[in-house]
């Protein structure tokens, strides 16, 4: 049982728009900023989006992170099929004094 | 930027492993350092932490007090003592550098078997 939970499923047709939600609690999400990951199979994750909203270096402007009181999302606009991928939100936990990441959510683009 | 892991093997229950995580490429003691795992199928898991000079270091629970991260930033190398290894602690080991996972190596696999 993860800390955050995240959806275990999500599924799109290309060019629609996606969100995948990660809901925690005051002690990680409600106090912490939200990175989110993505892992294609076989691969190692690759950080997709940081401190809730921002982008490293290469990662396109379809993807958009967000965070509400104790929950986080990360959007994916514009779906194209190299972005069926794991998906994990992560945040550190005051009270757990360590990181948490959210269960994965598998992202299929039909 | 490279992180290279290695030491995974397949290992008894109750035995003891040492993993190692070889960085290039960048400033290393500029950066905390992570180990995090992924079990088969399964997701990730954070399992330490240590900062740049480690005198700040963090476990997760499931391992606490059986793991010792530790760093030698004169050879740019990242390390994870695993003692009392237990069959849930077969995973896929990953190091991650910089505070948000910006960097990770493609993983050492660790099996706990008898």
């Known amino acids: 049982q993860s800390v955050l939970t995240q959806p275990p499923s999500a599924s799109g047709t290309p060019g629609q728009r996606v969100t995948i939600s990660c809901s925690g609690s005051s002690s990680n999400i409600g106090s912490n900023t939200v990175n989110w990951y993505h892992q294609l199979p076989g691969t190692a994750p690759k950080l997709l989006i940081y401190?809730?909203?921002k982008r490293p270096s290469g990662v396109p402007d379809r993807f958009s992170g967000s965070t509400s009181g104790n929950s986080a999302s990360l959007a994916i606009s514009g779906l194209q099929s190299e972005d069926e991928a794991d998906y994990y939100c992560a945040t550190w936990d005051d009270s757990r004094n360590g990181w948490v990441f959210g269960g994965g959510t598998k992202l299929t683009v039909l | 930027v490279q992180l290279v892991e290695s030491g995974g093997v397949v290992v008894q229950p109750g035995g003891s492993l040492r993993l190692s995580c070889a960085a290039s490429?960048?400033?290393?003691?500029?950066?905390?350092m992570h180990w995090i795992r992924q079990a088969p199928g399964k997701g990730l898991e954070w399992v330490s932490l240590?900062?740049?000079?480690?005198?700040?270091?963090h476990y997760a629970a499931s391992v606490q007090g059986r793991f010792t991260i530790s760093r030698d930033n004169s050879k740019n190398s990242l390390y994870l003592q695993m003692n009392s290894l237990r069959t849930e602690d077969s995973a896929l080991y990953f190091c991650?550098?910089?505070?948000?996972?910006?960097?990770w190596g493609q993983g050492t696999l660790v099996t706990v078997s008898s």
């Open positions: 991650a550098a910089s505070v948000n996972f910006d960097y």
């Open positions: 401190s809730h909203n």
């Open positions: 240590i900062n740049w000079n480690g005198d700040k270091i």
């Open positions: 490429g960048f400033t290393f003691d500029d950066f905390d």
